[in-house]
Nanobody, 123 residues
Framework: EVQLQASGGGAVQTGESLRLACLIS????????IGWFRQAPGKEREGVSC????????KYENSVKGRFSVYGDSAKNTMYLQMDSLKPEDTAVYSC????????????????WGKGTQVTVSS
C-alpha cells in the first residue's frame, strides 16, 4: 500500500526558506504523479506543485513560481519542496499526494494522501 508522510514544516519569518520532504513507500517515481497541496484556514485545498516523470511534467501554482522548486531523490524515496522567499500568504498545512495513473494534477485525481505539515510565515 502506498504511504506518504510530509515533514519539514515550521514557523518562519517573511523572506525565509523551508524545505518540505515527502517520504513515499511502495511507489515508483517513474510512474504516475506526485503532488504538493496546501490548505489555509477557511480556504479550499489548492495545488502547489505536481510532478510526473513519466509524462515529463512539472507544474507550479502561479503564486509560487520562481520561489518554490520540487525535486526528488528516488534512492531515498523522497520528494522535496524547496520553498524560498516565503510570504504570509503561504501559511497553510502542506500535504503530499500521489497517483499511479496520471490524469491531472488536481486534488481529486490523487489516489493516496499523507498527513500534512504546518507552515506558518509571519510578517
Amino acid at each position: 500500500e502506498v504511504q506518504l508522510q510530509a515533514s519539514g514544516g515550521g514557523a518562519v519569518q517573511t523572506g525565509e526558506s523551508l524545505r518540505l520532504a515527502c517520504l513515499i513507500s511502495e511507489f515508483s517515481f517513474d510512474d504516475g504523479a506526485i503532488g504538493w497541496f496546501r490548505q489555509a484556514p477557511g480556504k479550499e485545498r489548492e495545488g502547489v506543485s505536481c510532478v510526473s516523470n513519466k509524462h515529463n511534467i512539472t507544474k507550479y501554482e502561479n503564486s509560487v513560481k520562481g520561489r518554490f522548486s520540487v525535486y526528488g531523490d528516488s534512492a531515498k524515496n523522497t520528494m522535496y519542496l524547496q520553498m524560498d522567499s516565503l510570504k504570509p500568504e503561504d501559511t497553510a498545512v502542506y500535504s503530499c499526494a500521489a497517483v499511479r495513473v496520471f490524469t491531472t494534477c488536481l486534488p481529486y485525481s490523487m489516489g493516496y494522501w499523507g498527513k500534512g505539515t504546518q507552515v506558518t510565515v509571519s510578517s
